[in-house]
């Protein structure tokens, strides 16, 4: 199974600041079909389920505002919050979709300092 | 639009079954796998297997094999999990997931609670 770890387990941040977030996996990601990095970011707010806001490594999903952005390739890629919001508490994960099983980070917490 | 909907809460005994389902629309239902992921009180999120609804092939997690079946009606778009021989641990929110390449659409979830 690849092993998704995610630093750090919590981060606080004022508000406006960045935050960033990193995500590691065991092994190579990248999908056999077209080349690209397989994975997501989800973001989850108490009581709802969780919501992508990056796929493919760095595709903003439709509607997520553009202060989130994606990077990273082969095993190592960060989720960016350039200027944080209140809105923006939450839970995040990253996600593997290039193998099965599919796998998830363990999660980081994101509050406001 | 697409929906994904879930049946309600369950309270079930430690040894029983239970039985989710995720009622689908605002898309062509035999396209897309449809994955189940579940998440514990506090924790992260677990991937249990996929079905594909046109074919009806599955696969599931290992943690889950034996105990877990997917299932789908494709008279209304509709797929099930049913998770067998339920303990304390597998009290937990339920949710089907579509993938489009990537997971893009959650149902609400359902919640399962196990408690003699």
């Known amino acids: 199974d690849i092993v998704m770890t995610q630093s750090p387990d919590s981060l606080a941040v004022s508000l406006g600041e960045r935050a960033t977030i990193n995500c590691k996996s065991s092994q190579s990601i990248v999908h056999s079909s077209n080349n690209k990095n397989s994975l997501s970011w989800f973001q989850q707010k108490p009581g709802q389920p969780p919501k992508v806001l990056i796929y493919?490594?760095?595709t903003r999903e439709s509607g997520v505002p553009d202060r989130f952005s994606g990077s990273g390739s082969g095993t190592d890629f960060t989720l960016t919050i350039s200027s944080l919001q209140a809105e923006d508490v939450a839970v995040y994960y990253c996600q593997q979709y290039s193998n099965l099983p599919r796998t998830f980070g363990q999660g980081t917490r994101v509050e406001i300092k | 639009q697409v929906q994904l909907v879930q049946s309600g809460a369950e309270v079930k005994k430690p040894g029983a079954s239970v039985k989710v389902s995720c009622k689908t629309s605002g898309y062509t239902f035999s396209v897309y796998y449809m994955h189940w992921v579940r998440q514990a009180p506090g924790q992260g999120l677990e991937w249990m297997g996929w079905i594909h609804p046109n074919s009806g092939a599955t696969n599931y997690a290992p943690n889950f094999q034996g105990r877990v079946t997917l299932t789908r009606d494709t008279s209304t778009n509709t797929v099930y999990m049913e998770l067998n021989r339920l303990k304390s641990d597998d009290a937990a929110v339920y949710y089907c997931v579509r993938e489009n390449w990537y997971f893009d659409f959650w149902g609400r979830g359902t919640l399962v609670t196990v408690s003699s």
């Open positions: 493919w490594a760095s």
